[in-house]
């Protein structure tokens, strides 16, 4: 997979010079899945409140997954009563134990992406390009 940003310490984007804490300062809003040309999907974050939250921080973080050619969520995900991030990392395709995701310093372009929130409910895709959009308001 290519993509246009990193994953750093296993919560945050580094997308260009800023760091995006995803984990303390940005909560899951919403997952859409397109049809179009190629499939798609699309993870929509908005920030969270508090004072620990930077003013200038962007509004809303979304990732964009183009040509997917794996998706996978885990099985009580649509019921998941958290839109935390717990932790974002990587894994082989054969590998199913989801106790410890490699870090982007250990991954390669083969590696599927996770995204695991505090619920311990996950989201594993595989695309050929992954693209991260800023809202800034």
């Avoid at 984007?13 to 699309?42: A, K, P, W």
């Avoid at 050619?69 to 998941?80: G, I």
């Amino acid at each position: 997979m290519k993509k246009n940003f990193l994953i750093e310490d296993s919560i945050a984007i580094r997308y260009g010079d800023n760091y995006y804490d995803l984990h303390n300062c940005y909560d899951m809003q919403g997952l859409f899945i397109g049809f179009n040309q190629m499939t798609s999907v699309e993870l929509n974050f908005r920030k969270s409140e508090g004072d620990w939250i930077k003013p200038e921080d962007p509004q809303a973080i979304s990732l964009h997954f183009y040509n997917i050619q794996y998706l996978e969520v885990s099985k009580d995900f649509w019921n998941m009563n958290s839109t935390n991030i717990e932790e974002i990392g990587y894994k082989q395709k054969d590998d199913q134990d989801y106790d410890w995701l490699e870090q982007e310093e250990k991954s390669d372009e083969t590696e599927h992406i996770i995204i695991r929130f505090e619920s311990n409910d996950y989201i594993r895709i595989f695309c050929e390009y992954i693209e991260v959009k800023i809202e800034i308001s």
